[in-house]
């Protein structure tokens, strides 16, 4: 027979258990939507409690949204072997396994930081950014990447942020398409970049001579030259 007396928590239970209500709340909420009284009520706990762990919603904010880019920044991890396409493919797949199982916490977290008006949650997002971007390189193989070449990372981890937004807002494209899609958009943001920039057209190839013809890049390589054969009338 249960008598329902709460088992106390621990200083570090606790706040991990408030991290993670806030995280839930903060997912489906904008952050200045949310009250502490809302956070205190999703744990089962006071307001003052709240406040012996935490100074302020901020900074229960700014912990919520480095636990969410800690493990974001681990969907990146791969190993650099095999083909470059196949690589980004498992990297994608890992990414859309986050935003799927977030949902609108992922938006949260892009979208969250201005909106709470913290920089310090900003600061944790460029991290995650900057992670990507460093990943990309270490696929690469290189360490300091020439401006257009830099560029053409940057701007591929901000196309797939607003990628998967956008999937996020009505799921109309398959997932798995969408997956396949950001690896050709990196393929085609370094080929546009390569036809002006030699150390880009160098990786580029170096790309292409190591991908199979059936793997992501190759099948690309192979559809697109396929477009440049004009159709034949009649």
Do not use: C
Request: proline content about 6%; charged content about 25%; aromatic content about 6%.
């Amino acid at each position: 027979m249960t008598t329902g007396v709460r088992r106390r928590m621990g200083v570090e239970e606790r706040r991990q258990q408030l991290i993670e209500v806030a995280l839930e709340l903060f997912s489906h909420r904008s952050p200045e939507k949310v009250s502490i009284d809302d956070i205190a009520t999703a744990a089962g706990i006071s307001r003052p409690l709240v406040y012996h762990y935490f100074p302020g919603k901020h900074s229960l904010y700014e912990e919520a949204v480095r636990r969410a880019a800690d493990e974001l920044t681990a969907r990146f991890s791969e190993p650099a072997e095999g083909p470059l396409g196949a690589r980004l493919l498992r990297v994608m797949g890992r990414y859309f396994d986050f935003v799927e199982e977030h949902g609108p916490g992922f938006s949260a977290l892009l979208r969250g930081g201005s909106a709470a008006g913290s920089p310090h949650a900003n600061a944790v997002i460029d991290e995650v950014r900057s992670t990507a971007y460093e990943q990309v390189l270490h696929h690469l193989g290189i360490e300091g990447p020439g401006p257009r070449l830099a560029l053409v990372i940057r701007s591929w981890v901000g196309l797939a942020e607003t990628t998967a937004l956008s999937w996020l807002d009505g799921r109309e494209i398959p997932r798995a398409e969408l997956e396949l899609q950001l690896v050709h958009d990196f393929v085609a943001l370094a080929a546009v970049a390569a036809v002006s920039d030699e150390e880009t057209r160098l990786h580029v190839r170096r790309i292409a001579e190591h991908e199979s013809p059936d793997g992501p890049i190759g099948d690309l390589f192979v559809r697109l030259g396929e477009l440049a054969v004009p159709e034949q009338e009649g």
